[in-house]
């Protein structure tokens, strides 16, 4: 296995794209022919299958230096290698029944996650979007998904929905819509604070079909401990949480190279760098920063290894994604200080950090469902939960 499928050269040529993506709110095509020329959309693939066969651990170290070039490519990408991810865990589990979402990654499609649903706090325990049951075995989906990144350009988005047909016994249903299918609409309505380039655009589902060969699990409605259901959480949590850590490395070196240059009257004209307050701010930063990878690349390699942590895998899990992006909060806004005023120019880095960190507190799990995680881990679940 390669150590890295992403040279400093094509992580330069990404770099000096963002801010351009960012301000036009424009989709990262360029960005995303490149990582699909440099195998990186397969890098979770099996090398039997085609692709570099990157463990999660592998994978959250590469997004986590991917975001560091830029955090809205990064993010999007996110979405297409956590498929992969769910594909490659149950399969390294003896279950092939993704086996094809491996192959048609190697073979260059992109997949896409049309999981959240306006007011839909339930996120994978239930579904607002209806699956219809057709005789066949497919499914028709009726309903509205947000937050769709790589919308622009995915090829297969992957779905869910609630099937009532027995009202006695209510399912969710997973599948894969193909980009070439009727029966959906995308919204290009993505205008954000940050996050720009992602295209997160609304989905809305018409009775889009998903055929027999493309549903991918059948659950009952609510918490589930399907390999699948925890495959797609632990995947989630676990790279979502790279892409803020790389947030937070980017802004602790830009600012770094801003004491470095700025010079300040009180010291005579030299640095930033000699002022104990500049360098104990920016210590504090770093401190908070370094601290961010280990615990995630611990998870992750957990996850690698099929440990049965129980029922601490969730408060584990949610509690890495809101400490991931809690702390890039806070390190990006110390970033900002020692930068100065310079840094809040919208055409500075520094600030294009600034409003792309502050998605982190959306993605799930929020932090009022993290603390009620790991509050019902050390107490148990309220009596009329």
Avoid: C
Wanted: aromatic share 8%; glycine share 10%.
């Amino acid at each position: 296995m390669a150590d890295s499928l992403l040279d400093e050269a094509l992580l330069a040529r990404i770099r000096d794209r963002a801010a351009d993506y960012d301000r036009r709110n424009a989709f990262f095509a360029e960005d995303l022919d490149e990582l699909r020329a440099a195998g990186y959309l397969a890098m979770m693939v099996p090398a039997d299958l085609g692709g570099a066969g990157f463990p999660v651990a592998a994978a959250v170290r590469e997004q986590a230096r991917l975001a560091e070039a830029a955090p809205a490519t990064a993010l999007a990408v996110n979405m297409h290698i956590l498929w992969t991810a769910v594909a490659a865990l149950l399969r390294s589990r003896g279950d092939e029944s993704l086996e094809w979402v491996l192959r048609d990654a190697a073979a260059g499609e992109v997949f896409a996650f049309g999981i959240s649903e306006p007011g839909n706090d339930e996120v994978l325990a239930d579904s607002f979007t209806r699956a219809v049951p057709e005789e066949d075995g497919g499914y028709r989906y009726f309903g509205t998904k947000v937050f769709g990144s790589l919308a622009p350009a995915w090829t297969r988005l992957g779905v869910f929905g609630r099937d009532d047909s027995d009202p006695d016994a209510p399912m969710l249903v997973h599948g894969f819509l193909d980009r070439g299918s009727e029966g959906y609409r995308i919204l290009e309505d993505w205008d954000t604070l940050g996050m720009r380039a992602t295209q997160s655009h609304t989905t809305v589902l018409e009775g889009a079909r998903v055929e027999p060969a493309r549903v991918s699990r059948i659950l009952p409605v609510g918490p589930s401990a399907d390999p699948f259901t925890f495959a797609i959480f632990a995947a989630f949590e676990l790279l979502v949480s790279s892409v803020y850590v790389g947030i937070g490395e980017r802004a602790v070196q830009l600012a770094a190279e801003s004491a470095l240059t700025r010079t300040s009257a009180r010291l005579g004209g030299r640095t930033l760098a000699e002022d104990p307050d500049v360098r104990s701010a920016l210590a504090e930063a770093a401190i908070a920063q370094d601290g961010q990878l280990p615990p995630i690349l611990e998870l992750a390699r957990d996850v690698d290894a099929g440990v049965d942590h129980g029922r601490a895998w969730l408060p584990r899990l949610v509690g890495a994604k809101v400490r991931a992006t809690r702390t890039a909060r806070t390190v990006v806004d110390g970033a900002m200080g020692v930068a100065g005023g310079g840094a809040y120019r919208s055409v500075s880095e520094l600030a294009r950090l600034y409003r792309d960190v502050t998605a982190g507190q959306f993605h799930p799990s929020s932090e009022r469902a993290a603390r009620r995680a790991v509050a019902n881990a050390l107490l148990g679940p309220l009596p009329d939960a």
